[in-house]
């Protein structure tokens, strides 16, 4: 099973850096522009919490649930959007008034651009007026370690209201694109980022799990051989027996 | 400035999508099979209201049926 994991791993290692590139260019513009989330009262946060669908990987889904726990005490006025059904079950327990939506089928592969861009349409349509999107994922630190970071992604107001806008010149009808795009390349990014974390996390639990069954297999091949052992000698002592019995008539 | 793709109530998404399932399909057949498995969307997805989960949708379907709804209404 590690071995499996392994080969996944570097795939999906090789799918998070491309998509990291992805990820940080669409948010040089925002970086240039210099644009910071507005700290509207009274209007709502959108959290995006990029899970998936299987478990068997150790503690990265509820690492994720945590820190919305965390969060939902210091900020509750958010709503949840849960991509992969392993924090959907966990965080319903807790949050479940927040959930406005749930994606399934996530996190079966290497995530595509094109799941991204479902995800990203579907958010785009909900009927509630966001003052910011938030999206966390587990960033990836190294093969075993990973913590729940988040990316932000900006409405078209507060991107019209950074201090750097002016330079950029372009029309305003084309702002909505840029956000629709950007929220898919921040998606995109954190899914990935997060397939790889699942991935390698995986392949940890996979690997002790091994550990694990190879103490449990050596201790029930000894019972195994002892018992053994003792059938044959019960056995022996049987035919010897029954052979001097039979020498003496 | 309008696009028409705009009027016909595609997201921007939606017309990088269609745009790069063209070139996917203009590829050579070897590759092709590997770039269209790429473009493939199988996810389902379920509103909630009040802590409550709704029934489960294909999104490709909802997807689909948002942009007719917003091609047939007038455009403003």
């Known amino acids: 099973m590690k071995i499996v994991a392994s080969t996944k791993l570097t795939r999906a290692q090789r799918g998070m850096t491309e998509s990291r590139k992805y990820g940080e260019t669409s948010n040089e513009v925002y970086a240039s522009a210099e644009t910071k989330a507005a700290e509207v009262e009274g209007k709502k946060k959108l959290i995006i919490v990029c899970s998936s669908d299987k478990g068997l990987c150790g503690g990265i889904h509820s690492g994720l649930s945590r820190y919305i726990r965390r969060e939902a005490v210091s900020n509750p006025n958010f709503d949840l959007v849960i991509l992969g059904e392993k924090c959907r079950s966990q965080l319903s327990r807790t949050n479940a008034r927040n959930i406005v939506l749930n994606f399934a089928g996530v996190g079966k592969d290497v995530p595509t651009f094109a799941d991204a861009q479902a995800i990203a349409d579907q958010v785009v349509q909900l009927s509630g007026d966001y003052s910011e999107v938030e999206i966390i994922y587990n960033k990836f630190i190294n093969a075993t370690s990973y913590e729940p970071s988040t990316i932000a992604a900006f409405s078209e107001e507060t991107f019209l209201a950074s201090p750097n806008y002016s330079s950029f010149e372009v029309e305003e009808e084309v702002l909505p694109n840029l956000r629709e795009y950007s929220l898919a390349n921040s998606l995109f990014w954190a899914l990935s980022e997060g397939h790889a974390c699942e991935i390698s996390a995986r392949r940890n639990a996979m690997d002790n799990a091994s550990k694990n069954a190879g103490e449990m297999i050596n201790k029930y091949q000894i019972l195994f051989n002892r018992t053994r052992q003792a059938v044959i000698t019960g056995e022996l002592v049987e035919i010897i027996t029954g052979a001097t019995a039979s020498e003496d008539m | ?76």
């Open chain 2, 1 to 76: 400035m309008t696009f028409a793709w705009k009027q016909a109530g595609l997201t921007y998404n939606r017309y990088l999508a269609v745009a790069a399932r063209v070139v996917r399909r203009s590829l050579k057949e070897d590759k092709r099979l590997a770039a269209e498995r790429r473009g493939d969307v199988d996810l389902r997805f379920a509103k909630w209201t009040n802590g409550k989960q709704g029934d489960m949708q294909n999104v490709a379907d909802a997807n689909a049926a948002a942009y007719v709804e917003k091609a047939n209404a007038p455009s403003s």
